[in-house]
């Protein structure tokens, strides 16, 4: 095995370890509402130390990375997530738990960017897109982190070993992987955070990543409560909708990379915006089981691509080091993931699911449309392999 693959699995083993962590805290969120005696507005509130230390930590990252170089941020990022993971089990007041979670928070961006970063690195070296398989080992760990929840509930385990023992694990990855990862060439002098207008490139993938993590967002929150309400499935049915968009997500992932290298970025991106507009609008017009499942299963082939294609687009930008870069692109985006949720509960409650579903799946056709005008945006990516052709 050559040394640019031992550094590739090694890259992916920190996004498994990533996807991991977050889906091992996410599988006990019912047990620390019940722990503390939540009640659901005052769980809401403590979810949301995760987005607010997440936007916080963003331009810290860029910055960072760009200082120091993502080798020594991934490390320091992985082992504080890692750290702070069974330090969550572990609090017994809200006064620990607020400022636990909001670091943890912090330190999980701080990993996704770092950790990006690396991956762009090892793509430029491969010479062909990889990150969109990458990407997949988050998204693999997340179903691995879930069913080991789902069995330490049914040991009746309590969160804070269960965490203790996915630290063990993780804390070991690090170990087996940190002496593969490569130090930045672009790193140094200079704060790498310039405040002024994000070039067009930039722009315009951000524009893109926003309405694919709107999208994405909106499917997490609701897919469930529209296969309840609207499609009206047996109570034992209601996640066949979200396990079918994030099995799609998950599995297109390991096949994205592929497609990207034999017909280009920009057309995979205009493919997976028609496949959110056609998914959703497939669940609209018929909600009913099968075709509303099938249709969630293309809107998640759909949102595969848009965030690993954005950031591997983004790392092109000729003003910014790609550290910068893709802190500009996760908060661009990150808003979108913010906003989608609450915007359908608001619109359903005027109008109805069914119109806020019909609205996401214009969103998919505004990420088909910004990707199809003024090609010379994407003049950058002329010299990345199998995108000449743009």
């Known amino acids: 095995m050559n040394q640019l693959s031992k550094r590739r699995i090694a890259i992916g083993s920190l996004f498994f370890l990533a996807g991991l962590s977050f889906a091992s805290w996410a599988s006990r969120i019912p047990d620390v509402q019940l722990k503390f005696s939540f009640s659901e507005a005052q769980l809401g509130t403590l979810l949301l130390g995760l987005p607010i230390g997440a936007m916080v930590a963003l331009p810290l990252a860029g910055w960072a990375v760009h200082r120091f170089g993502s080798k020594i941020v991934v490390i320091l990022s992985a082992v504080g997530y890692s750290v702070f993971l069974p330090l969550i089990g572990f609090s017994d007041s809200l006064l620990v738990l607020i400022p636990v979670v909001v670091v943890f928070g912090m330190l999980g961006n701080t990993m996704n960017i770092s950790l990006n970063t690396q991956a762009l690195a090892l793509e430029d070296n491969y010479g062909r897109s990889i990150l969109a398989s990458l990407h997949g080992l988050w998204s693999l760990a997340g179903f691995t982190g879930a069913g080991i929840g789902a069995m330490m509930i049914y040991f009746d385990l309590l969160p804070r070993f269960h965490f203790l023992i996915i630290s063990c694990i993780t804390l070991l990855i690090i170990l087996l992987t940190h002496s593969f990862l490569v130090q930045d060439k ?20 951000g524009g893109i990543a926003f309405l694919g993590m709107l999208s994405e967002g909106c499917m997490f929150d609701w897919s469930g409560v529209y296969f309840k309400k609207v499609v009206e499935i047996e109570a034992r049915f209601v996640a066949l909708g979200y396990v079918a968009f994030m099995g799609a997500m998950a599995g297109g992932r390991f096949v994205i990379d592929k497609l ?20 959703l609008m497939i669940s609209v017009i018929f909600p009913y089981p099968l075709p509303a499942t099938l249709g969630f299963l293309v809107v998640g082939l759909g949102v595969a691509a848009i965030v690993p294609t954005s950031y591997s687009i983004a790392g092109r930008s000729k003003d910014y080091p790609p550290s910068v870069a893709l802190a500009i692109i996760s908060t661009i985006s990150f808003f979108g993931f913010l906003i989608g949720p609450p915007m359908i509960g608001f619109i359903a409650e005027l109008l109805s699911l069914k119109v806020s579903f019909v609205l996401v799946a214009f969103a998919g056709l505004g990420i088909t449309l910004l990707s199809s005008i003024k090609m010379d945006v994407f003049e950058s990516l002329k010299r990345v392999t199998k995108d000449s052709a743009v």
Do not use: A, D, Q, T
């Open 186 to 205: 672009r790193s140094g002098g200079g704060s790498g955070m310039v405040f002024k207008m994000p070039e067009g490139l930039l722009l315009r993938i």
């Open 260 to 279: 990207i290298n034999r017909f280009g970025r920009i057309l995979i991106i205009r493919l997976s915006g028609f496949f959110i507009f056609s998914g």
